[in-house]
């Protein structure tokens, strides 16, 4: 077992290489208790972190369509190319770029499901109808709970 092998389990573990666009789908061919992976849409997710971007990526592809990138850019590029039902997005990203991203999900529907995660306690933060916050570190399941809320993804009722 040379250095090389290694380096190869360890990318196919953690996903690509590179910080491009990459989509994820359930394993189980979007089947999950009988749910087809598109039943609540695509989920943006923006981190520029790449082992917390598989991690979700690969979590929540059991219940969306995701598309994970890692910059505000590779973001408006995924919104020019369609719709996107909710977005998961890092307070991490460099400047404004989690408030360009938020924006940019609002204007493509009056009130996609955002979920912001945040390094600072949530209890100071200003709470929107819209937008969620996570206070990182979380549990995966955490986050599931609030994509997946009873309310309806605006666009799908």
């Not at 306690?121 to 986050?143: A, N, R």
Request: aromatic share 8%; with cysteine.
């Amino acid at each position: 077992m040379g250095l090389a092998w290694i380096l190869q389990r360890v990318f196919r573990a953690y996903g690509p290489v590179g910080d491009e666009i990459v989509s994820y789908s359930d394993a189980t061919n979007g089947r999950r208790s009988g749910r087809l992976t598109s039943e609540h849409g695509i989920l943006l997710i923006v981190e520029p972190v790449r082992l917390l971007r598989w991690s979700l990526s690969r979590y929540l592809s059991q219940w969306f369509d995701v598309k994970a990138v890692a910059t505000v850019q590779d973001a408006e590029q995924v919104f020019a190319n369609g719709d996107v039902d909710a977005v998961v997005l890092s307070d991490a990203l460099p400047g404004d770029g989690a408030q360009r991203v938020e924006t940019q999900a609002r204007q493509m529907k009056k009130c996609s499901r955002i979920v912001r995660m945040v390094t600072q306690p949530v209890s100071d933060l200003v709470q929107d109808s819209c937008v969620q916050h996570i206070e990182k570190p979380f549990e995966l399941f955490e986050m599931r709970k609030l994509l997946l809320q009873e309310v309806p993804l605006s666009g799908k009722e």
